[in-house]
T-cell receptor, first 115, second 115 residues
Framework: NAGVMQNPRHLVRRRGQEARLRCSPMKGHSHVYWYRQLPEEGLKFMVYLQKENIIDESGMPKERFSAEFPKEGPSILRIQQVVRGDSAAYFC?????????????FGPGTRLTVT | AQTVTQSQPEMSVQEAETVTLSCTYDTSESNYYLFWYKQPPSRQMILVIRQEAYKQQNATENRFSVNFQKAAKSFSLKISDSQLGDTAMYFCAFMAGGSQGNLIFGKGTKLSVKP
């Protein structure tokens, strides 16, 4: 059973471009979570999604950031008009059911660099 | 708002010895969960151990155990018989009972196991 897959692993964007980060959860997992890790910091929760629904987006910046988890295909975290402050590692995690009753498995992360 | 504090940015330990990593948290919730995650150089987050706040017994997973002091809001991780593969960043995390997916992480402790 493959783990949580994220691609790309590294992404370089110029200021003002769009960044699309993809996350494929583990097989059988319908819950997806996105976190951001700034240098020398812990992970910060961004959004929690189930198939076709956003459950909790309390950690998402109000502008430029959006997330989706369609019925088919990976979850996408989209950052429009990137700025230098968006440079970070973005981690996706998935679980079979609601936390904390089910374990959350993390992907390897996407490192976004904005130049 | 809940906060998680890890007061030791870096620690080192000799192989085969025991080390304790500190974590304190602040919350007004009565129902919550605590976690320790390991982030090796590969950067993939791995769950080490978890503790339910309503359980008085300290959680144990092989060489890893916690000292959960609910009144003091302290949740330290003890690693016995340290191995070179334990070298990693260790993050303490908190989740309120009703939050489903919103994990709050500390800033981490960098642990180096020396041969």
């Amino acid at each position: 059973n493959a783990g949580v897959m994220q691609n790309p692993r590294h992404l370089v964007r110029r200021r003002g471009q769009e960044a699309r980060l993809r996350c494929s959860p583990m097989k059988g997992h319908s819950h997806v979570y996105w976190y951001r890790q700034l240098p020398e910091e812990g992970l910060k929760f961004m959004v929690y999604l189930q198939k076709e629904n956003i459950i909790d987006e309390s950690g998402m910046p109000k502008e430029r950031f959006s997330a989706e988890f369609p019925k088919e295909g990976p979850s996408i975290l989209r950052i429009q008009q990137v700025v230098r402050g968006d440079s970070a590692a973005y981690f996706c995690a998935s679980s079979r059911g609601h936390l904390p009753y089910y374990e959350q498995y993390f992907g390897p992360g996407t490192r976004l660099t904005v130049t | 708002a809940q906060t998680v504090t890890q007061s030791q940015p870096e620690m080192s330990v000799q192989e085969a010895e025991t080390v304790t990593l500190s974590c304190t948290y602040d919350t007004s919730e009565s129902n919550y969960y605590l976690f320790w995650y390991k982030q090796p150089p590969s950067r993939q987050m791995i769950l080490v151990i978890r503790q339910e706040a309503y359980k008085q017994q300290n959680a144990t997973e092989n060489r890893f155990s916690v000292n959960f002091q609910k009144a003091a809001k302290s949740f330290s991780l003890k690693i016995s018989d340290s191995q070179l593969g334990d070298t990693a960043m260790y993050f303490c995390a908190f989740m309120a009972g009703g939050s489903q997916g919103n994990l709050i992480f500390g800033k981490g402790t960098k642990l180096s196991v020396k041969p």
